[in-house]
């Protein structure tokens, strides 16, 4: 059950003062252009996590960089030149919450 162990990390004590989700939108759908746009924002510093959903996106990507501004400079610095890309707009997180305690839910 327990895949491994991580340290929390002090975001603002490394200048990440600001967190948001970056909803992506990528064009055409397909495996190679989902693994590739994966693989090329995973290698940003900025993100924290990216993940490939369904529904109105195809990706969140979590990002904690150092103002309210930052996050639009990321946008226009390095997704507004990629190709695959056709649409993305921002959410900054004002806070965040999560269950420490992870138990089993019934079958």
């Given at each position: 059950?327990?895949?491994?162990?991580?340290?929390?990390?002090?975001?603002?004590?490394?200048?990440?003062?600001?967190?948001?989700?970056?909803?992506?939108?990528?064009?055409?759908?397909?495996?190679?252009?989902?693994?590739?746009?994966?693989?090329?924002v995973?290698?940003?510093?900025?993100?924290?996590?990216?993940?490939?959903?369904?529904?109105?996106?195809?990706?969140?990507?979590?990002?904690?960089v150092?103002?309210?501004?930052?996050p639009?400079?990321?946008l226009?610095?390095?997704?507004s030149?990629?190709?695959?890309?056709?649409?993305?707009?921002?959410?900054i997180?004002?806070?965040?919450?999560?269950?420490?305690?992870v138990?089993?839910?019934?079958?």
């Amino acid at each position: 059950m327990i895949t491994g162990y991580h340290t929390e990390i002090n975001l603002p004590a490394l200048n990440r003062h600001v967190q948001a989700l970056l909803h992506v939108h990528v064009r055409p759908l397909s495996r190679e252009v989902i693994e590739g746009f994966k693989q090329y924002v995973a290698a940003l510093p900025e993100v924290l996590s990216v993940f490939v959903v369904a529904g109105g996106d195809d990706f969140l990507v979590h990002v904690a960089v150092p103002s309210v501004e930052a996050p639009h400079a990321f946008l226009m610095d390095k997704f507004s030149k990629r190709r695959e890309i056709v649409g993305f707009r921002s959410s900054i997180i004002y806070q965040h919450a999560r269950n420490q305690v992870v138990t089993s839910l019934p079958a």
